[in-house]
């Protein structure tokens, strides 16, 4: 399978600071990228998806101010989660696509963010 | 929102085959199904996916009724390292070329000695 790695693996930050989390495609190129996150006990939710040199697009509820997405190359994404708050903490999944509608997504290992 | 159902929770003994199901009743004829499991703490791994045919690799066989309204994933000798949450997915795409996953809750299957 495709090899895709985020970073970093976990990260525990103050109230009102930022994070950034990168995911990165190793070995193809991702056109497309979905952001995921995951909640204690529940499954995954997508948040956005974006196409690499535009701009994101995003699910209902979820804030496109507070959870900047940059895909500015087909290797790497960003997510910057500006002024967390504690209920950001959450498992946060970046999945590459490199398109078409039976391509194989393959997911990243996650980020595990904690906020205080 | 996810289309798809499966039963919450399932065991299975060790060594012996693990049958998950998933009903997909509203599936469209050009939509996928995809088996993606996920291992706490990790990221989901793909598994395997089919459209309408009976599909097999390396890890798993998936089987899908001919009317496509269910599917069941087979891990022919389940290992206590198969203990993971299971989620069936169909593939939401419309006329986009990329279509988005949506997970619903998945079988959690828990692998016994």
């Known amino acids: 399978g495709a090899v895709v790695s985020q970073h970093p693996s976990w990260v525990i930050c103050k109230s009102g600071t930022s994070v950034k989390i990168e995911c990165r495609s190793l070995?193809?190129?991702?056109?497309?990228m979905f952001w995921y996150r995951q909640f204690p006990k529940q499954s995954l939710m997508l948040m956005a998806t974006?196409?690499?040199?535009?701009?994101?697009?995003?699910e209902q509820g979820v804030e496109k101010d507070k959870f900047l997405i940059n895909h500015a190359s087909l290797t790497l994404s960003t997510l910057t989660v500006t002024s967390a708050h504690p209920e950001d903490s959450s498992f946060y999944i970046c999945?590459?696509?490199?398109?078409?509608?039976?391509?194989?997504?393959?997911f990243g290992p996650g980020t595990r963010l904690t906020v205080l | 929102d996810a289309k798809t159902t499966q039963p919450p929770s399932m065991d299975c003994a060790e060594g012996r085959a693990a049958n998950l199901p998933c009903n997909h009743s509203?599936?469209?004829?050009?939509?996928?199904v995809y088996w993606y499991r996920q291992i706490h703490s990790q990221g989901p791994q793909y598994i395997i996916h089919?459209?309408?045919n009976n599909e097999t690799n390396e890890m798993a066989s998936l089987i899908i009724t001919e009317d496509r309204k269910s599917s069941t994933l087979i891990l022919p000798h389940a290992t206590l390292r198969d203990t993971a949450v299971y989620y069936c997915?169909?593939?939401?795409?419309?006329?986009?070329?990329?279509?988005?996953?949506?997970f619903g809750q998945g079988t959690t299957l828990q692998v016994k000695p």
């Open positions: 070995d193809f190129q991702a056109t497309t």
């Open positions: 974006s196409n690499e040199g535009s701009k994101a697009t995003y």
């Open positions: 999945s590459p696509s490199s398109g078409g509608r039976t391509d194989t997504q393959y």
């Open positions: 509203t599936i469209s004829g050009n939509e996928y």
């Open positions: 089919g459209l309408k």
């Open positions: 997915i169909v593939r939401v795409g419309g006329s986009s070329n990329t279509g988005k996953l949506i």
